[in-house]
């Protein structure tokens, strides 16, 4: 059984996969985190925290000195009464006071994993893959009850985690701070990753060793953003790719979000997560009730590697949804980088022709062809096509697409409204700002108040219509600026910080009425690249535009930042033009195709103008990749070598039966009379043969363990692609 309760002990003891995440009630009912970690038959809970009297860690009870919240270990700390450490969750009474305390009241255990009203989250297709405990715990004093919600999944060492806030009391409550979950571990002597970033370089690498005092990756953006991601781990000092333990935490939510690391007095570390308090509250009137969304939590012993192994298939099979889930992807050719705004029919119809001659399966049209959009200073809001660029509509162009052998897809960007716009000027009070003061523009547009039913609903129909306007089978749904001046007229003053969070709920409805309305449109998150890669979009969308700097050499860095979370099924990845536009930078066609091949795969760039040699190589490079798109998209990923470490990258991609496997090679600058590298693989059956094409016969414990030497190349930005497959010696 997963989820087990030992009334004698009073121990909740959850086994997820291979681990353990054990809990037990203290004292009248506080609910301490007892462990987390490889799989154990039992923990004796009394031993695994202190019990001493400690100097200024004040007392519940003034007959026993030795038990003080502050040095209790905990799974959803309160503010107020004796623990000194950041609180999961605060309300305020109507009494003004901040003070409560939640003790354990009843629980739940079943097969299974509830959705999550409203909001994103992990899901189980047979109630057999996963139970679910509830824990409720009240403060008598006003009638609240917060159940926290825990589901552990049989085949991953997953642990999922939220909280649901019921006002049962006849006072009006005010949320200032509902986290999804905390847990503390009782040592700091791990160092602790995430994933800042900012536009063109999202998702970089930083790993510190944790110190004392308050450690944070947030954001107060209104959306995940590039310049922060919401995941953390704590990782064991001695853990790298390949072995030793981690722990990570990732937020199923796409706006503000905290993840936090505590480290105490007493060298103990808390772990926080869930929506940033920052400008955050909810009123919480009597009979009301306020869901958190979800973190996944996943324990690895075998290193980050094992770690992202699991995110990668819970968030490939149990995150994502709809149609395209398991299926392949298709290649496109997306016209951004080769026209921009400046574009008719011809020019695009011509740049289709070359991609069908390629092999190219989907053509996607991008920013510019509604209202007056020349620029991006205007007509956002507007979505109705402009037939001075496409004299015979969308449905004109999609047509004559069609006849190519290209599917269709089209750009568009739902949540925001050009201050130049018929929208804007009909609706001045639909976008999100405070009374009185200045909106301030970014790119030059405002964001559509999305808290709004009624935004929501007139957003549904009109990319509805627009949709249905054509055959469309892809969409782009972008998102190209931040929050400012978060407010909404149509939220009483009581309820403005609720803005922000409701914009959330709004956009998550109008997603699933738009991805369940055209169940045959794979759908794919953007907001200025990759601002918003995070699990929330993942639920709707299976695929995010990664980043907008499409240079092979700082994709490296981004692709392999992002592959700590994201499957690769989920990481569009394009070959575009040199010199480089976001760069400069020039690197070859090869090592171009071998990053992007490295993800969802496309095109980015105006193909008509190529020469006849690099035609064909595109051609052969589309070929190649449907030989290996399945592995790509779905096999096990390994990263080898970091980018982040050295001057090298390198990663590999393994099938489920170990039959075949594919690697990629990185290297950024050369150097003249280098050393020799060898690369060891992962993965590989140690007792099969593998032929890797042009290098020969070799077995997979020597490609494992001695490891394959590099041939030199010499050149700058060079890349190696080997295919690797099982063969009888
Ligand atoms: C964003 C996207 C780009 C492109 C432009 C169009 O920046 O990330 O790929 O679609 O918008 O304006």
Not at 196 to 214: Q, S
Not at 278 to 289: A, I, K, N, R, V
Not at 370 to 386: A, C, H, K, Q, T
Not at 504 to 531: A, K, N, W
Request: glycine letters at 8%.
């Amino acid at each position: 059984m997963a989820v087990t309760y030992n009334p004698q002990t009073k121990q909740f003891h959850l086994r997820a996969g291979k681990a353990s995440y054990v809990m037990q009630l203290f004292r009248s009912g506080y609910l301490a985190h007892i462990y987390w970690g490889k799989a154990v038959r039992d923990v004796r809970g009394e031993r695994r925290f202190s019990r001493l009297d400690r100097a200024f860690s004040p007392n519940l009870a003034p007959s026993d000195r030795t038990f003080s919240l502050d040095t209790l270990p905990q799974e959803y700390p309160a503010y107020g009464n004796t623990d000194f450490r950041s609180p999961a969750y605060q309300v305020q009474l109507e009494n003004g006071s901040t003070v409560t305390d939640l003790r354990y009241k009843t629980h739940r255990i079943y097969k299974g994993k509830p959705r999550l009203n409203g909001l994103p989250a992990t899901y189980v297709e047979h109630e057999q893959e996963a139970e679910t405990l509830e824990i409720v715990l009240g403060d008598a004093l006003i009638g609240l009850e917060v159940t926290l919600q825990y589901t552990a999944y049989e085949k991953w060492n997953v642990i999922t985690r939220a909280a649901r806030f019921e006002n049962k009391g006849g006072e009006r409550l005010k949320l200032l701070r509902a986290l999804s979950m905390s847990v503390d571990f009782p040592t700091a002597d791990y160092d602790w990753i995430h994933l800042p970033g900012a536009w063109g370089r999202e998702r970089w690498i930083e790993r510190r060793p944790l110190v004392t005092g308050v450690q944070a990756a947030e954001s107060r953006r209104g959306a995940s953003s590039h310049q922060q991601n919401p995941f953390i781990a704590l990782v064991a000092k001695n853990a790298d790719e390949h072995q030793g333990e981690v722990y990570g935490f990732s937020f199923v939510y796409s706006g503000n979000f905290l993840a936090q690391v505590e480290v105490d007095q007493f060298h103990t570390a808390r772990v926080s997560m869930g929506i940033n308090p920052f400008d955050f509250t909810w009123l919480l009137q009597p009979g009301e009730s306020f869901q958190t969304p979800e973190v996944v939590m996943v324990y690895s012993d075998q290193g980050l590697n094992g770690m992202s192994q699991t995110y990668h298939e819970l968030y490939r099979t149990r995150l994502a949804r709809g149609a395209f889930r398991d299926r392949e992807r298709p290649i496109l050719i997306n016209n951004w980088e080769a026209t921009y705004f400046d574009f008719n029919e011809e020019k695009l119809v011509n740049i289709a022709k070359t991609a069908a001659k390629l092999g190219i399966e989907l053509f996607v049209l991008d920013d510019g062809w509604f209202g007056e959009r020349d620029d991006d200073r205007r007509s956002l809001g507007d979505w109705i096509v402009n037939r001075r660029k496409l004299p015979n509509g969308l449905d004109g162009l999609a047509k004559q697409v069609n006849e190519l052998g290209l599917q269709f897809g089209l750009w568009v960007e739902p949540e925001m409204v050009s201050p130049n716009s018929e929208l804007y000027r009909k609706h001045p009070d639909w976008c999100l700002h405070v009374p009185n003061r200045p909106r301030s523009e970014g790119r030059n547009q405002l964001v559509l108040d999305y808290s709004r039913e009624d935004v929501c609903d007139y957003i549904i129909e009109t990319i509805s219509n627009v949709l249905a306007s054509a055959p469309i089978t892809y969409v782009k749904w972008d998102m190209n600026r931040h929050m400012t001046e978060i407010g909404s007229a149509a939220l009483p003053p009581e309820r403005q910080r609720e803005t922000a969070h409701r914009y959330m709920l709004g956009l998550y409805r109008v997603m699933d009425e738009m991805t369940s309305r055209f169940p045959h449109i794979l759908f794919e998150s953007c907001s200025g690249g990759g601002g918003r890669f995070d699990p929330g979009m993942l639920y709707y969308m299976p695929q995010t535009w990664t980043s907008d700097n499409t240079d092979a050499v700082s994709r490296l860095k981004i692709q392999y930042g992002t592959s700590l979370v994201y499957p690769i099924s989920a990481m569009g990845a394009h070959v575009s033009a040199v010199p480089n536009h976001q760069v400069g930078r020039v690197a070859s066609l090869k090592t171009r195709g071998h990053v992007a091949m490295s993800g969802n795969f496309g095109y980015e760039l105006d193909i008509t103008k190529l020469t006849e040699t690099e035609k064909q190589m595109i051609k052969q490079q589309v070929a190649f990749y449907k030989d290996v798109r399945r592995l790509v998209q779905f096999g096990t990923f390994y990263r080898l070598l970091s980018p982040f470490e050295g001057n090298e990258a390198a990663w590999m991609f393994v099938s489920a039966d170990r039959s075949e496997a594919l690697v990629a090679y990185f290297r950024v600058l050369a150097e003249a009379n280098a050393p020799l590298s060898y690369l060891r693989l992962k993965g590989l059956d140690p007792n099969q043969d593998y032929e890797i094409e042009g290098l020969g016969v070799y077995g997979g414990d020597e490609l494992m363990y001695a490891g394959v030497a590099l041939p030199y190349r010499s050149g700058d930005f060079i890349s190696m692609m080997w295919r690797l497959k099982a063969v009888q010696r």
